[in-house]
């Protein structure tokens, strides 16, 4: 366990100002975030916990646009759903900003002149999307298209979200404006690049080899083969009118690239902290003893690890992350979470149909945390956990304990005789549990944490099922004191220990057993709670009187997981609505334009998977005239071994293209069904040899 404070710098991803969050981005990155830092001030750590809104970027005008408002209406609405959220489900930020402020405005740009002074860029005048109808450059969210290292059809300009590579909107294969559908020309336009290519081999050194121990393997895995693949220069400046002008005189009608200001966010928000609270923020900046430590999910993973990085490596006097904790992501009763297909848990919903809740959640969040892998959320799950763990365990324990005490004492906290071996070893291994949650929550293990937690309220448990006070009292008055008195170190042990996972709770408890300590986990706290349950000799001293009991936690019915099941049933049947929708009928085709593809009919003799795309399957078909290879998207609905042998329906004239470094030359005829599954369009009558032209 580390003894001696230390100063730590933590971040949470900035959440997008385009919607308001969901459990997910509980799951992934608030809540861990919030038990290190609650646990960490428990330490008498000094901690500047720090996040805000992202509110710039190509998506909030798009959405504004679609919605027929302002750009700065949208941010103003998410951005208070987003941070009331946080207060109601207890993130102790110790600051919460917002990227639309003027001080971050001047720290980013004054970032960017720096070095830009320092000639740290690269400027180039490159042939970039342009849409001539919407009169507008295309970038990022404003544009759609196939991602050339997986086949995604919808990958934006600026990442494929389906296998999570960062693109730059020129690599999209059938690029398609994002604002008026036209496909996009190309014209001549000046930025300034981040050469990224000349930090590959400190990143090399400082990462791969340098935190090969210590950070996650889903982290490491995925900057590793960010650096295989190689390197390229970075635009960090945008044709756009919304976000930071570029400070530069040739700079007009330029923005910083949203995701060269969001992670600078994190340093404004400490320097507004910092003035507020008459500290120097450069010392959890740039001071070499300070831990700095980022809390993101997996798809922020190139950002935080690879760019940011760079970026301060590149402005030379910043320190660097000591951890990138990245959480995989957190799914929905087996779907993909998705804001814009509202398959989401909301947190302002939640509270609605559960209030004062905010722990249960909490709580099932971090003992499902997709911490190596993604996990599920159900309903079920949440109920059993409820009734199970924290009502049936903690809850039933607290309870006991409470009414006893009331009972036989008239809640004052009896003052034990002999301790027997039993006594002892529980008081001892007790005293254990700091040390062993530390350890579990130092290595990011928070579910771990949180296990070891529940197993102190088992032992609290087992404790008293094993000594039966209640039968005991009747026979030895004497030794029930001694066993109260022991429930009630436990009691108070949990109160303390629980706080960075359960703040409501604690808080509870804390009252419930009239205990002086008031909240040590919040900001500004420097304590010595944490370690004090080990060192204290009595944590709750006999004559101290308790408070008045109250349930800690309440039993969740079968009626209320019913109608969470039912939220979710009508959002998938109007999804499946949606996508019953038949498409209109495209522009005319000439007879002509229709004579030019050269349909066959063939069969799939060979079918592999791509190596390292989830998407894609890389088959050979017998087309009659030849055996060619085609790279297919359908992976997800086909297995290889299923569809070799399969008579389809070819398109061989289809200019080759490569996909993954491997040459595509035609295209197989599908269509999809009502639940989304992918269906061969195939020549289906007995005889129809292949080379065999469909028209
Ligand atoms: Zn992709």
Aim: aromatic letters at 10%; one cysteine or more; charged letters at 25%.
């Amino acid at each position: 366990m580390n003894n001696s404070p230390q100063r730590y710098t933590i971040t949470a991803a900035l959440p997008y100002t385009n919607g308001p969050i969901h459990i997910g981005h509980l799951a992934g990155v608030y809540v861990p975030a919030d038990i290190y830092a609650r646990f960490l001030r428990m330490q008498g750590n000094d901690v500047a916990f720090v996040c805000g809104s992202d509110e710039h970027g190509a998506a909030i005008p798009m959405k504004a646009k679609k919605e027929g408002v302002s750009p700065q209406q949208i941010i103003d609405k998410y951005h208070t759903i987003i941070k009331s959220s946080f207060e109601d489900f207890g993130v102790s930020f110790d600051n919460y900003s917002r990227t639309s402020s003027k001080i971050h405005h001047k720290t980013a740009s004054e970032f960017f002149a720096k070095l830009y002074e320092e000639g740290k860029f690269i400027e180039e005048t490159t042939e970039q999307l342009y849409d001539a109808e919407a009169n507008q450059f295309l970038a990022d969210r404003f544009v759609t298209g196939t991602c050339p290292k997986c086949g995604n059809e919808e990958a934006y300009g600026d990442q494929c979200e389906s296998c999570g590579s960062s693109l730059n909107a020129t690599d999209l294969i059938n690029p398609k404006s994002a604002i008026t559908g036209a496909k996009p020309t190309l014209k001549e336009t000046k930025h300034w690049f981040l050469p990224l290519d000349q930090y590959e081999d400190w990143l090399k050194e400082w990462i791969l080899v340098g935190h090969k121990k210590d950070w996650k393997t889903n982290v490491y895995g995925q900057v590793k083969s960010w650096i295989d693949d190689g390197l390229r220069a970075r635009a960090v400046t945008r044709d756009l009118d919304w976000g930071i002008p570029v400070p530069l005189k040739d700079g007009e009608g330029k923005v910083l690239y949203v995701w060269f200001d969001a992670p600078i966010g994190y340093i404004s928000s400490t320097i507004e902290w910092a003035e507020r609270e008459g500290k120097n923020w450069e010392d959890y900046w740039k001071e070499k003893d300070t831990k700095l430590v980022h809390f993101i999910g997996k798809d922020n993973i190139v950002f935080h690890c690879v760019i940011f990085p760079i970026m301060l490596k590149a402005e030379g006097s910043y320190i660097l992350p000591e951890n990138v904790p990245a959480n995989e992501f957190l799914n929905l009763e087996g779907k993909k979470l998705s804001t814009s297909k509202n398959w989401a848990v909301w947190l302002h919903e939640y509270l609605q149909d559960f209030p004062d809740q905010q722990d249960v959640l909490r709580y099932v969040l971090t003992a499902n945390a997709p911490e190596t892998k993604d996990n599920d959320f159900t309903w079920k799950d949440f109920q059993a956990r409820n009734n199970n763990e924290l009502v049936a365990v903690f809850g039933n324990f607290i309870n006991r304990v409470l009414v006893l005490t009331d009972k036989y004492y008239a809640g004052e906290v009896p003052a034990p005789g002999e301790f027997s071996e039993v006594d002892k070893h529980t008081l001892a291994t007790l005293k254990a549990y700091p040390a062993v949650i530390a350890s579990s929550i130092e290595k990011y293990r928070f579910r771990e944490a949180q296990g070891e937690l529940m197993n102190l309220a088992r032992l609290g448990n087992k404790y008293l099922a094993d000594e039966e006070p209640w039968k005991m009292i009747k026979t030895d008055e004497e030794r029930v004191k001694t066993v109260m008195y022991v429930a009630l170190q436990i009691s108070s042990a949990l109160a303390t220990l629980s706080e960075p996972f359960l703040p409501f709770t604690s808080a509870k408890l804390r009252k419930f057993l009239n205990m002086e300590q008031e909240a040590t986990s919040l900001p500004g706290n420097q304590a010595t709670s944490w370690n004090e349950v080990s060192t204290k000799e009595a944590l709750l001293p006999a004559g101290h009187h308790i408070g008045k009991a109250e349930l800690l936690f309440s039993k969740i019915e079968d009626e209320q997981i019913e109608k969470q099941l039912e939220k979710l049933e009508a959002t998938k049947a109007a999804n499946e609505a949606e996508n019953k929708k038949v498409e209109p009928q495209k522009e005319m085709a000439t007879f002509e334009d229709f004579t030019k593809m050269d349909l066959r009919a063939g069969t799939i003799v060979e079918a592999t998977k791509m190596p390292k795309a989830d998407k894609l399957l890389v088959l050979k078909v017998d087309t009659g005239l030849d055996i060619r290879t085609i790279v297919s998207g359908i992976a997800q609905s086909f297995k290889p071994e299923e569809i070799i042998g399969k008579k389809v329906t070819v398109l061989i004239n289809l200019a080759p293209r490569k996909l993954r470094g491997v040459e595509s030359q035609g295209m197989i005829l599908m269509t999809e069904n009502s639940q989304g599954k992918l269906v061969f369009l195939n020549p289906d009558t007995e005889g129809v040899e292949n080379g065999t032209v469909i028209s």
